[in-house]
């Protein structure tokens, strides 16, 4: 069956610290990823999408990139955070035509 | 753009209550909709799903009916328990392509004993 794995579960950041957070996905190949942020008593954000190995799709523009180096990793990185990066992250995989799944999520303290 | 609107929460309810979370939705094509729920401190799970016109998901006791001429894909479950409690979220995804999802603002439920 198919997993998929976020980490770290929660960190805290000073301003200006880089970022890199990790999510892979085990048992399928070849699936779309995503990288979601939830603010504080907002819905879900959509910010980065792939459809394949280094193919990333920007939905808002940001301090923040994504990279796929491998066919089942997706990572998602900033190099100086903000305070208004804060917020819980979540990664997501599907196959086309079928339904996204999410992992645990990320929560991100800016301080 | 697509877009979707649900009821603002929070909601809250006594076991064993009628549950209806209210969600429409605004698309070019013809979406797919899901209900996912996150309960606290979780990911998002998905609860149901319809593909087309007057398609009804099931769940754990939930229900949505896919209803196209009101653009509209209403949650509903007859019997609320207390690990029921946690956010309901609404979203669609266009047919074919990457499988973008337009989420709705989410709304929290909590059931009381």
């Known amino acids: 069956s198919q997993t998929i794995h976020q980490w770290p579960a929660t960190l805290v950041q000073p301003v200006g610290s880089p970022l890199s957070l990790e999510c892979t996905v085990e048992g399928t190949s070849n699936p779309n990823l995503y990288w979601y942020r939830q603010a504080a008593g907002r819905g879900l954000q959509l910010l980065f999408y792939s459809v394949g190995i280094g193919q990333i799709s920007s939905e808002v523009p940001q301090n923040l990139s994504a990279s796929r180096p491998q066919d089942r990793q997706f990572i998602l990185s900033s190099k100086k955070l903000l305070l208004s990066d804060s917020g819980f992250y979540l990664c997501a995989w599907s196959l086309p035509g079928q339904p996204q799944h999410f992992g645990d999520g990320t929560r991100l303290s800016i301080l | 753009g697509d877009s979707v609107t649900q009821m603002e929460g929070p909601v809250t309810l006594s076991e064993e209550a009628f549950l209806t979370i209210n969600c429409t939705y605004t698309?070019?094509?013809?979406?797919?909709l899901f209900w996912y729920v996150q309960y606290p401190g979780e990911g998002l799970q998905l609860l149901l799903k319809?593909?087309?016109?007057?398609d009804k998901g099931s769940n754990k006791g939930f229900e949505a009916t896919y209803r196209k001429e009101t653009t509209s894909f209403h949650l509903e479950k007859g019997s609320v328990q207390v690990s029921d409690s946690a956010v309901y979220f609404c979203a669609l995804s266009e047919w074919g392509g990457s499988e973008k999802l337009v989420f709705g603002k989410g709304t929290k439920l909590t059931v009381n004993p």
């Open positions: 319809a593909t087309k016109a007057d």
């Open positions: 698309a070019t094509g013809y979406p797919s």
